[in-house]
């Protein structure tokens, strides 16, 4: 079956420390989207990626880096320059996006990230 | 700017009735898209519905409709004949406008409304 799938489920750093989330998807989507949630919120844009090869901060990129080598792929670290990692970190493709396109982008189960 | 704004942090409805969850968009370009999800607590995202800026009908997948009142900017969520699976965060969100070079195909999204139904 065609999906995203991300890894861990649950992670947990420490202080000073840079943490890798995992997000790979068999759907053939061009795009992907990195989305923070925190509790009683909607979700907010990390970083983006139309392309392979290719990136773009979204709202609150400051503390994350992101990698797109491959179309399959794109990992997120969250560094030690984000000071509040805590949240609920959710993943999503999508095809390119076509003059009022229909397509919705598909989601991830999610990681919840939390400071040791 | 670009805007989503969900009023309702909560509802309530009883099993079997009918539930609108508002949404209202703030937007100054005529092409946009509107989407509805659903988060269970176990936290994957799964999309409902969708309403383009063009379409002359309101969308409608199953049990789910979409009020679309464009002049007053709003897209309000019906669910008809809720079922205790329906219980979930539900968020409405906007396709940014096909003019905003590469941003077009990004969402944004509301503070989402928690319904939960009563058996």
């Known amino acids: 079956d065609g999906g995203i799938t991300q890894s861990p489920k649950y992670l947990f750093r420490k202080e000073g420390q840079n943490v890798t989330l995992s997000c790979e998807q068999n759907?053939?989507?061009?795009?992907m989207y990195w989305y923070r949630q925190d509790p009683g919120q909607g979700l907010r844009l990390i970083y983006y990626?139309?392309?392979?090869?290719?990136?773009q901060k979204g709202d609150i990129a400051e503390g994350y880096s992101v990698s797109r080598e491959k179309k399959e792929s794109f990992p997120l670290t969250v560094t030690s320059a984000q000071k509040n990692p805590t949240a609920f970190y959710l993943c999503?493709?999508?095809?390119?996006?076509?003059?009022?396109?229909?397509?919705?982008?598909?989601f991830g189960d999610g990681t919840r990230l939390s400071i040791l | 700017a670009q805007k989503i704004t969900q009023t309702q942090p909560g509802m309530f409805v009883q099993e079997k009735e009918a539930v609108t969850l508002d949404c209202t968009y703030d937007?100054?370009?005529?092409?946009?898209?509107l989407f509805w999800y659903k988060q269970p607590s176990s936290g994957e995202m799964i999309f409902l519905i969708y309403?383009?800026?063009?379409?002359?009908q309101n969308a409608t997948e199953g049990r789910y409709s979409l009020n679309f009142q464009k002049a007053r900017k709003s897209a309000n969520l019906v669910i008809s004949a809720s079922q205790l699976g329906d219980s979930a965060m539900y968020f409405c969100?906007?396709?940014?406008?096909?003019?905003?070079?590469?941003?077009?195909?990004?969402?944004?999204f509301g503070k989402g409304t928690k319904l939960s139904v009563k058996p």
């Open positions: 309403q383009g800026s063009y379409d002359q």
């Open positions: 937007t100054s370009d005529p092409s946009y898209g």
């Open positions: 999503a493709s999508s095809p390119r996006v076509r003059i009022d396109s229909n397509q919705p982008q598909h």
């Open positions: 969100a906007m396709r940014y406008p096909m003019n905003y070079g590469g941003s077009q195909g990004n969402l944004i």
């Open positions: 759907l053939n989507h061009d795009a």
């Open positions: 990626s139309q392309i392979v090869n290719d990136f």
